[in-house]
């Protein structure tokens, strides 16, 4: 029998999932936006998140009321020591949404699609150095944050970071080509390989960073079947990233790339759970220890849980409504 | 100053801000509802053209509204993390309802409602727009409800550092939740309508000359004008019963709203200050003008019953002399927009009855239209001012009674960060305002398109 707190970190997982494998995608959109290019693409650029970016921002917003009601320990802790990385997510998702809103609406529409540019690195570097700041740790003294403003400043944060943003610039490029019949890039597949290929650096470098900064993640991660698991999963990536490799350098089944891609970010997120497994906040906070009242996880479970499925129904049904490619012309709605 | 009440303006900064946005996304979809609903109904094209023009303010309002919105959310964790470990158990629990039931539904409709025009049916159109005012309705229960049982903390037993829910129907729906709820989803509306009827008045006063431009506006003008005949009075009402409540459950609020320092003796009803300002070391009023036996009059039964002053609180359990003084201010700043608003509501009707609102008669009553153009930031002005009441007015607690608003504090901040990102978050904010502004301004200036087939 799964307890509770299992159920509802499994559901937080999926949540937080969701949003990266959704919000992935428009944040390397964005990202790629910062690259020199011609107007015409960068509209088409924003045309292509227009419909879908704030139902995907609500992934975030859903996986942080999961995270305060089902482990509010873990909540309080996790925003308070990282402050500094949170704040420079919040500022960046205000400036992508405001700038996309009046990118539509501007005469001079190269500044917005700058700051979108630069609203969307903001929001990677935060995510990458909170990430970065959870697995190097925190400490906590009595229930509470009891570390320095600036302790997620490590080398492991670095290498995640950048490991992040190039994983995101990836995957945004993967989409756009599956959206777009524009030739828009056919030159850039080198770029893209270069990209896939810093990831997979900085990533591997911090993996094996972690052991050595924290000695539990050493014996969890030699002991069975712990090691089997993440084994397998190494491999299965290695395995993903060939063929995207293959496919890049071959140049064909582009529309392939982005699913490819979503592969290798659900394995990975797969390996680090195992990795990281029983800790919400390694080295200190188990998932058992941060989670709410039983009574709250159960009503929690019977009052959310059903709705979301509903949720993940209607947004399946606005990606259904607005799958197909688009053109260049096509700008309709308002 | 110190890192608590950089957090304190902080929150106070990013909530005002926020709050704004939400008032207009429950006016507009409300009205935008009733338009799709009665063009689908009637064929009524001239419905069609209104809702697809203040759809566009819409859309700019909702992005606004979830950009300001995301920060205050991870606030209570950042700034407030003490407060969200004890309070989590029900508290974070309200707000994940709030993002998952009623703020998805929103975002995932709002899509196929402003981009899906030729994709999908009337029918899912309509669905849609309903969607997405019934989203930010749901939305504003859920922050209604947890706010208000940061008021009246029911439902709950202490353990240790922790408020662990006993019974949670009766903390969702505490003695404030309801009322609370109404008030805030009324102000909204009403804001919104003299919000609209305002941008109305200034294009027919100011704007284009052109007549089917013109009509549209004064067209919105009569719908705006009539969804207020049936809100406004019904806010007096809701407004009495909130009022009633505060005096139930909080009686400092209610003792400082009044800036009531002195419990009156039984059967001497207790005075109504009309306006008033404290001594300089608290305790009294150096000046007030009162009407005898008013505030008992109508908080008490019977109607010279006892109210208790401000005085008889412990200082450290009740605001301080200047929060007192910026509730009790803020309470008739708010009470005074609403009776302006009311009489407006009654002008409109009055002149609409006598045949006064068409084109041709716009130039002969120029200072009525004027009143409406003054009108126009009103609605907002009081809801925030409400909120000054509400939340100041609970000092120093950040759950009554409970929790003391410098426990709830984040551990280990430094004053630097935490003022750094503050004047960030205000600066960014006044910039948006500003940009909101303007781009409001040239979708109207441009005015709505009359011409493209339905």
């Known amino acids: ?334 | 100053m110190d890192v608590l009440t950089f957090s304190r303006l902080q929150f106070g900064d990013t909530a005002a801000f926020h709050i704004l946005w939400p008032i207009m996304s429950i006016g507009l979809s409300l009205y935008m509802l009733v338009m799709e609903v009665a063009w689908l109904y009637t064929g009524n094209e001239s419905y069609y053209r209104q809702l697809r023009f203040w759809t566009k303010i819409f859309i700019l309002t909702f992005a606004m509204g979830t950009a300001s919105g995301i920060p205050l959310q991870f606030e209570f964790g950042t700034n407030w993390a003490a407060f969200s470990a004890a309070t989590g158990d029900f508290f974070g629990n309200i707000l994940g309802f709030e993002s998952t039931v009623a703020f998805a539904l929103e975002a995932a409709f709002l899509g196929i409602f402003v981009f899906g025009w030729n994709k999908v049916g009337r029918g899912a159109h309509l669905f849609a727009n309903a969607m997405i005012f019934v989203g930010a309705t749901l939305s504003a229960f859920w922050i209604m409800a947890a706010n208000s049982w940061m008021q009246i903390p029911v439902g709950v037993v202490v353990e240790g550092s922790k408020l662990i829910v006993s019974d949670y129907m009766a903390a969702i729906f505490n003695p404030g939740t309801i009322v609370s709820f109404l008030h805030m989803w009324v102000a909204c509306i009403e804001s919104t309508l003299f919000m609209m009827t305002g941008i109305c008045a200034m294009v027919l006063l100011f704007g284009t000359r052109d007549t089917a431009q013109r009509e549209f506006f004064l067209t919105a003008f009569k719908y705006c004008v009539a969804l207020a005949i049936i809100i406004v009075p019904i806010q007096l009402g809701i407004g009495h019963v909130s009022g009633e409540t505060v005096a139930k459950y909080q009686p400092a609020k209610l003792a400082a709203t009044e800036l009531h320092w002195d419990t009156n003796a039984p059967g001497t009803g207790a005075a109504l200050n009309l306006f008033a300002w404290p001594a300089a070391e608290g305790g009294r009023n150096s000046f007030a003008l009162a009407i005898p036996g008013g505030l008992s009059f109508i908080t008490t039964v019977p109607q010279d019953g006892v109210v208790r002053g401000l005085n008889s609180f412990p200082a450290a359990d009740r605001p301080t002399t200047l929060e007192a003084t910026i509730v009790f201010y803020s309470f008739r700043l708010m009470v005074g927009i609403g009776v302006v608003l009311l009489l407006l509501m009654f002008a409109g009707a009055w002149y609409w009855g006598k045949g006064r609102l068409t084109l041709a008669k716009i130039d002969k009553h120029r200072v009525f239209w004027w009143l409406w153009v003054l009108a126009l930031p009103l609605g907002f002005i009081a809801t925030e001012a409400g909120w000054m009441v509400r939340e100041i007015g609970r000092q120093p607690w950040v759950v009554y009674n409970l929790m003391r608003t410098s426990e709830g504090l984040s551990s280990n901040l430094n004053v630097v960060t935490v003022a750094a990102t503050t004047i960030i978050f205000t600066l960014l904010y006044l910039i948006f305002g500003a940009l909101f502004i303007y781009f409001t301004y040239r979708i109207v200036k441009k005015g709505p398109d009359l011409t493209t087939p339905v």
């Not at chain 1, 139902?55 to 990282?82: D, K, Q, R």
């Not at chain 1, 970071?161 to 597949?189: Q, R």
């Not at chain 1, 759970?273 to 390694?282: E, H, K, T």
């Open chain 1, 1 to 334: 029998m799964i307890d509770l707190p299992t159920i509802w970190f499994g559901i937080l997982c999926l949540q937080i999932a969701l949003y990266i494998l959704l919000d992935g995608a428009d944040l390397g959109l964005g990202l790629l936006s910062l690259l020199p290019k011609k107007e015409s693409e960068e509209s088409l650029m924003m045309q292509t998140v227009g419909p879908i970016w704030d139902a995907n921002e609500t992934w975030l917003v859903i996986a942080a009321g999961t995270l305060f009601g089902a482990f509010p320990l873990a909540y309080s802790i996790i925003l308070n020591a990282l402050y500094i990385p949170v704040m420079l997510l919040l500022f960046g998702l205000i400036l992508r949404a405001a700038s996309f809103e009046f990118h539509t609406l501007a005469h001079n529409k190269k500044i917005w699609s700058l700051m979108f540019g630069v609203g969307s690195l903001m929001a990677i570097v935060g995510q990458g150095t909170a990430l970065g700041g959870l697995l190097g740790g925190i400490t906590i003294v009595d229930g509470q944050f009891a570390g320095g403003a600036f302790d997620w400043v490590t080398p492991l944060t670095l290498f995640i970071t950048v490991g992040v943003a190039f994983s995101y610039a990836v995957v945004g490029y993967a989409y756009l080509i599956k959206k777009t019949s524009h030739e828009m890039a056919g030159n850039s597949f080198a770029h893209v390989l270069v990209a896939a290929g810093v990831t997979f650096v900085a990533f591997l470098t911090a993996t094996l960073m972690l052991p050595q900064m924290q000695y539990v993640f050493l014996s969890r991660w030699s002991t069975a079947p712990a090691n089997y698991l993440l084994f397998a999963i190494a491999g299965a990536i290695g395995l993903v990233s060939l063929l995207l490799c293959y496919d890049l350098l071959r140049k064909r089944h582009r529309e392939h790339l982005h699913t490819l891609c979503m592969i290798i970010f659900v394995l990975a997120m797969a390996g680090m759970l195992v990795g990281v497994y029983p800790y919400l906040i390694p080295p200190m906070l188990t998932i058992q220890a941060a989670a709410a009242s039983e009574k709250t996880l159960q009503f929690m479970l019977y009052g959310i849980a059903p709705l979301l499925p509903i949720v993940l129904a209607y947004n399946f049904y606005l990606y259904r409504v607005f799958r197909r490619h688009m053109g260049p012309s096509e700008r309709e709605g308002y």
